[in-house]
Protein backbone atom coordinates (compact mmCIF):
# COMPACT_ATOMS: atom_id res chain seq x y z
CA UNK A 1 0.00 0.00 0.00
CA UNK A 2 1.55 3.37 -0.97
CA UNK A 3 1.26 5.52 2.36
CA UNK A 4 2.61 8.98 1.67
CA UNK A 5 4.29 11.18 4.87
CA UNK A 6 4.04 14.56 4.31
CA UNK A 7 5.46 17.96 6.09
CA UNK A 8 5.43 21.41 5.43
CA UNK A 9 7.45 24.23 4.89
CA UNK A 10 5.88 26.18 6.86
CA UNK A 11 5.43 24.10 9.87
CA UNK A 12 7.80 24.18 12.64
CA UNK A 13 7.40 20.44 13.45
CA UNK A 14 7.92 19.93 9.44
CA UNK A 15 11.59 21.24 10.22
CA UNK A 16 12.29 19.60 13.28
CA UNK A 17 11.42 16.25 11.36
CA UNK A 18 13.41 17.71 8.89
CA UNK A 19 16.52 18.09 11.28
CA UNK A 20 16.44 14.58 12.26
CA UNK A 21 17.24 13.67 9.18
CA UNK A 22 13.52 11.82 8.03
CA UNK A 23 13.00 12.25 4.09
CA UNK A 24 9.33 12.88 4.11
CA UNK A 25 7.76 15.10 1.13
CA UNK A 26 7.17 18.62 1.38
CA UNK A 27 4.91 20.84 0.70
CA UNK A 28 5.12 24.47 0.28
CA UNK A 29 1.21 25.35 1.72
CA UNK A 30 0.22 25.51 5.47
CA UNK A 31 -1.30 22.20 6.46
CA UNK A 32 -3.85 23.13 6.46
CA UNK A 33 -4.76 24.59 2.96
CA UNK A 34 -2.42 22.23 0.72
CA UNK A 35 -3.48 20.33 -2.72
CA UNK A 36 -1.03 17.36 -2.67
CA UNK A 37 -3.27 14.70 -3.55
CA UNK A 38 -0.92 11.08 -4.15
CA UNK A 39 -0.84 7.50 -2.96
CA UNK A 40 -3.38 5.45 -1.16
CA UNK A 41 -3.23 7.69 2.17
CA UNK A 42 -1.68 10.95 3.09
CA UNK A 43 -0.48 10.94 6.87
CA UNK A 44 0.60 14.83 7.88
CA UNK A 45 2.96 15.10 10.64
CA UNK A 46 2.16 19.25 11.87
CA UNK A 47 1.91 21.40 15.14
CA UNK A 48 -1.07 21.24 17.50
CA UNK A 49 -1.86 24.50 18.72
CA UNK A 50 -4.59 25.34 21.57
CA UNK A 51 -5.64 28.28 23.88
CA UNK A 52 -5.25 25.60 27.02
CA UNK A 53 -1.10 25.28 25.15
CA UNK A 54 -1.73 21.56 26.99
CA UNK A 55 0.97 19.29 25.85
CA UNK A 56 -0.43 16.74 23.47
CA UNK A 57 -0.33 14.04 21.16
CA UNK A 58 -3.17 14.63 18.54
CA UNK A 59 -4.57 12.25 15.58
CA UNK A 60 -7.35 13.41 13.63
CA UNK A 61 -9.08 14.03 10.19
CA UNK A 62 -9.60 17.52 8.08
CA UNK A 63 -12.64 18.25 7.43
CA UNK A 64 -14.58 21.90 7.96
CA UNK A 65 -18.12 20.83 9.44
CA UNK A 66 -19.70 23.88 9.09
CA UNK A 67 -19.47 27.34 7.62
CA UNK A 68 -16.16 28.28 9.30
CA UNK A 69 -13.24 27.14 7.53
CA UNK A 70 -9.42 26.90 8.30
CA UNK A 71 -8.16 25.86 5.14
CA UNK A 72 -10.25 24.15 2.67
CA UNK A 73 -14.23 24.24 1.80
CA UNK A 74 -16.96 24.85 3.94
CA UNK A 75 -19.85 21.68 4.97
CA UNK A 76 -16.72 19.42 3.73
CA UNK A 77 -15.13 16.39 5.38
CA UNK A 78 -12.09 14.74 4.04
CA UNK A 79 -11.96 11.08 3.39
CA UNK A 80 -11.49 9.02 6.81
CA UNK A 81 -9.30 5.66 7.59
CA UNK A 82 -10.67 4.38 10.54
CA UNK A 83 -8.40 1.44 10.74
CA UNK A 84 -5.03 3.62 9.71
CA UNK A 85 -5.63 6.20 12.02
CA UNK A 86 -6.82 3.80 15.47
CA UNK A 87 -3.23 1.91 14.40
CA UNK A 88 -1.17 5.27 14.30
CA UNK A 89 -3.50 5.98 17.88
CA UNK A 90 -2.85 2.97 19.97
CA UNK A 91 1.28 3.33 19.19
CA UNK A 92 1.15 6.81 20.41
CA UNK A 93 -0.16 5.40 23.77
CA UNK A 94 2.65 3.45 23.86
CA UNK A 95 5.43 6.26 23.91
CA UNK A 96 6.44 6.45 27.59
CA UNK A 97 5.69 10.15 27.82
CA UNK A 98 3.02 10.81 30.76
CA UNK A 99 3.82 14.55 30.11
CA UNK A 100 1.83 14.82 27.21
CA UNK A 101 -1.87 14.07 26.76
CA UNK A 102 -2.63 11.57 23.78
CA UNK A 103 -5.81 11.86 22.32
CA UNK A 104 -8.27 11.73 19.55
CA UNK A 105 -9.54 15.47 18.00
CA UNK A 106 -12.69 15.93 16.58
CA UNK A 107 -13.08 16.63 12.84
CA UNK A 108 -11.24 19.96 11.95
CA UNK A 109 -9.64 22.31 9.41
CA UNK A 110 -8.64 21.78 5.88
CA UNK A 111 -7.61 20.75 3.36
CA UNK A 112 -10.91 18.94 1.92
CA UNK A 113 -9.49 18.90 -1.66
CA UNK A 114 -8.55 15.41 -1.67
CA UNK A 115 -10.58 12.54 -2.51
CA UNK A 116 -7.43 10.42 -0.47
CA UNK A 117 -7.55 9.88 2.69
CA UNK A 118 -5.86 12.46 5.25
CA UNK A 119 -4.76 11.60 8.81
CA UNK A 120 -2.82 14.35 10.80
CA UNK A 121 -0.87 13.49 13.64
CA UNK A 122 0.49 16.28 15.44
CA UNK A 123 2.34 17.19 18.52
CA UNK A 124 1.44 20.80 20.53
CA UNK A 125 1.13 22.90 22.10
CA UNK A 126 4.21 25.33 21.97
CA UNK A 127 7.50 25.60 20.28
CA UNK A 128 8.93 24.10 22.74
CA UNK A 129 7.47 21.09 22.14
CA UNK A 130 7.31 21.78 18.10
CA UNK A 131 10.86 22.08 18.61
CA UNK A 132 11.61 19.26 20.91
CA UNK A 133 13.18 16.81 18.77
CA UNK A 134 13.14 13.61 21.34
CA UNK A 135 9.65 14.02 21.29
CA UNK A 136 8.87 14.58 17.92
CA UNK A 137 11.02 11.68 16.83
CA UNK A 138 8.88 9.67 19.07
CA UNK A 139 5.69 10.80 17.47
CA UNK A 140 6.94 9.82 14.09
CA UNK A 141 8.48 6.41 15.15
CA UNK A 142 5.13 5.61 16.85
CA UNK A 143 3.27 6.43 13.65
CA UNK A 144 5.77 4.50 10.91
CA UNK A 145 5.05 1.35 13.80
CA UNK A 146 0.64 2.27 13.61
CA UNK A 147 1.58 2.12 9.55
CA UNK A 148 3.19 -1.18 9.45
CA UNK A 149 0.75 -3.44 11.31
CA UNK A 150 -2.50 -1.06 10.86
CA UNK A 151 -3.97 -4.63 8.91
CA UNK A 152 -3.33 -6.66 11.63
CA UNK A 153 -4.76 -4.15 14.53
CA UNK A 154 -8.00 -5.45 16.44
CA UNK A 155 -11.20 -3.57 15.20
CA UNK A 156 -14.37 -4.99 16.73
CA UNK A 157 -16.68 -2.18 15.05
CA UNK A 158 -16.02 0.91 12.88
CA UNK A 159 -17.32 4.02 14.27
CA UNK A 160 -18.75 7.63 13.67
CA UNK A 161 -19.00 9.94 16.59
CA UNK A 162 -21.59 12.99 17.46
CA UNK A 163 -20.88 14.77 20.14
CA UNK A 164 -18.55 15.34 23.26
CA UNK A 165 -15.85 17.71 23.42
CA UNK A 166 -13.42 18.61 20.83
CA UNK A 167 -10.53 16.29 22.41
CA UNK A 168 -13.12 13.16 21.99
CA UNK A 169 -12.07 11.19 25.67
CA UNK A 170 -15.19 8.60 24.48
CA UNK A 171 -14.34 8.21 21.19
CA UNK A 172 -10.13 7.88 22.73
CA UNK A 173 -11.25 5.43 24.89
CA UNK A 174 -13.14 3.34 22.67
CA UNK A 175 -9.74 3.49 19.83
CA UNK A 176 -7.49 2.85 22.69
CA UNK A 177 -9.87 -0.73 23.01
CA UNK A 178 -11.04 -2.66 20.24
CA UNK A 179 -13.32 0.11 18.08
CA UNK A 180 -11.87 1.90 14.90
CA UNK A 181 -12.97 5.30 14.57
CA UNK A 182 -14.16 7.45 11.84
CA UNK A 183 -15.29 11.27 11.70
CA UNK A 184 -15.98 12.37 15.20
CA UNK A 185 -18.15 15.78 14.81
CA UNK A 186 -18.04 17.49 18.75
CA UNK A 187 -20.95 18.66 20.70
CA UNK A 188 -20.19 22.52 19.19
CA UNK A 189 -20.90 21.67 15.80
CA UNK A 190 -23.62 19.98 15.81
CA UNK A 191 -26.53 22.79 15.85
CA UNK A 192 -24.12 24.30 13.37
CA UNK A 193 -23.77 22.11 10.43
CA UNK A 194 -26.24 20.69 7.90
CA UNK A 195 -27.71 17.34 6.60
CA UNK A 196 -25.12 16.94 3.88
CA UNK A 197 -22.07 16.53 6.32
CA UNK A 198 -24.06 14.39 8.72
CA UNK A 199 -24.02 11.99 5.69
CA UNK A 200 -20.29 12.44 5.04
CA UNK A 201 -19.38 11.61 8.83
CA UNK A 202 -20.80 7.92 7.62
CA UNK A 203 -20.06 8.07 3.84
CA UNK A 204 -16.95 10.01 3.60
CA UNK A 205 -14.83 6.63 4.62
CA UNK A 206 -12.17 3.78 3.20
CA UNK A 207 -14.18 1.47 5.48
CA UNK A 208 -17.73 1.36 5.79
CA UNK A 209 -19.13 2.72 9.16
CA UNK A 210 -21.13 -0.24 10.99
CA UNK A 211 -22.03 1.90 14.15
CA UNK A 212 -22.74 5.78 15.51
CA UNK A 213 -22.34 6.65 18.88
CA UNK A 214 -24.03 10.21 19.96
CA UNK A 215 -22.17 11.44 23.82
CA UNK A 216 -24.22 13.39 25.07
CA UNK A 217 -26.39 15.13 22.74
CA UNK A 218 -29.81 16.35 23.87
CA UNK A 219 -33.04 14.77 22.68
CA UNK A 220 -34.13 17.38 19.66
CA UNK A 221 -31.07 17.26 18.64
CA UNK A 222 -30.56 13.85 18.54
CA UNK A 223 -33.60 13.56 16.42
CA UNK A 224 -32.64 15.93 13.85
CA UNK A 225 -29.71 14.16 13.37
CA UNK A 226 -31.34 10.95 12.93
CA UNK A 227 -33.58 12.33 10.31
CA UNK A 228 -30.65 11.87 8.37
CA UNK A 229 -28.38 9.49 9.87
CA UNK A 230 -31.86 6.49 9.60
CA UNK A 231 -30.69 6.70 6.00
CA UNK A 232 -27.80 4.20 6.44
CA UNK A 233 -27.16 1.10 7.35
CA UNK A 234 -26.10 1.22 11.27
CA UNK A 235 -26.24 0.58 14.35
CA UNK A 236 -27.42 3.43 17.02
CA UNK A 237 -25.53 3.93 20.33
CA UNK A 238 -26.22 6.64 23.10
CA UNK A 239 -23.92 7.38 26.13
Known amino acids: MDIRFIISKQDPVGK ?18 FKYDSGDAIIV ?17 PGNPTSQTLG ?12 LL ?6 LLKIPENALNKSLEATHHGPTYQR ?23 LV ?17 IVSGFGGPHY ?27 ENVIAQAITNSIERINKVIFDNVNKELKLKLLSTIRNFDVAIESV
Open 16 to 33: TIKDLGYKFEEVDEDVTD
Open 45 to 61: FSRHESKSKIPSYTVHY
Open 72 to 83: GEPYKLGMAYPR
Open 86 to 91: TSIYRE
Open 116 to 138: TPIIFVEIGSSIEYWSNQKLVKA
Open 141 to 157: EATLRGVEKFREIECNE
Open 168 to 194: APLFSKLAGKSSCVSHILSKYVLSETN
